[in-house]
């Protein structure tokens, strides 16, 4: 149960929303973001996020980048992509997972 919520931030374009929530009095910080289409500019903003990331925070929203080709669909190119090696550098540094590719090991298993 929520027992308590904190807006921490939120840009006034609408992609990075950041919350704190206390649950069972532990505080977890949530941050919701859009990535741009832009390349650049997801890059900007995934090198700004580590300031927001303690140890409970949880990302989710749209990345808008292709972080490996098994993630290819009939829209998506895997390309070059600058911002994808920013993500997998911040994940890095943050200790942070991919649901999804966690979610596909346990089927091979």
């Not at 609408?14 to 505080?27: E, K, Q």
């Not at 903003?45 to 009939?74: C, E, H, P, Q, Y």
Request: with cysteine; glycine share 2%; charged share 30%.
């Amino acid at each position: 149960m929520i027992e308590n919520s904190k807006l921490i931030y939120k840009d006034n374009e609408g992609r990075i929303l950041i919350i704190d929530m206390i649950v069972n009095n532990s505080t977890f910080r949530i941050i919701n973001i859009y990535a741009s289409n832009c390349e650049k500019e997801r890059k900007e903003m995934f090198n700004k996020l580590g300031r927001w990331i303690n140890n409970r925070t949880i990302i989710i929203g749209d990345f808008n980048t292709v972080l490996s080709k098994a993630d290819i669909s009939v829209n998506n190119v895997y390309k070059n992509d600058m911002s994808r090696f920013t993500l997998y550098e911040l994940m890095h540094n943050y200790n942070l997972l991919d649901i999804w590719r966690i979610e596909n090991k346990f089927k091979r298993e």
